[in-house]
């Protein structure tokens, strides 16, 4: 079994260390379950068209932006959609 997850990407502030960092976070939207690998490259890029056009409709930032508010990400993984990372990191 595979899943076609989408995302909201962005990006959260980590600390002040070292001028400040920042580290990828993501929010799931929506999983769909499919059975063959085709089946879900034919659905991954359905919805990313979808997902593209969300992204330019609603005027969305990518996450490197400092003005983004979300970014639709389509991604084909093993598991249902989790928001991400699971903990959050800290500098080292």
């Known amino acids: 079994m595979l899943y076609v997850n989408l995302y909201l990407a962005d990006q959260a502030y980590g600390g ?3 001028g400040g960092w920042w580290f990828d ?3 799931p939207v ?3 379950p499919v059975v063959t690998r085709r089946r879900a490259d034919r659905l991954e890029a359905m919805v990313q068209r979808i997902a593209d ?3 330019k409709t609603g005027r969305r930032r990518p996450p490197s932006s400092v003005l983004c508010d979300g970014w639709y990400v389509v991604r ?3 598991t249902p959609a989790a928001a991400y990372p699971a903990e ?3 500098y080292e």
Do not use: I, Q
Request: contains cysteine; negative net charge; hydrophobic residues 10%.
């Open 30 to 32: 929506r999983s769909f």
């Open 25 to 27: 976070c993501g929010e």
């Open 88 to 90: 959050r990191p800290h």
């Open 16 to 18: 002040p260390e070292e």
């Open 76 to 78: 084909t993984e093993a």
């Open 53 to 55: 056009h969300r992204n």
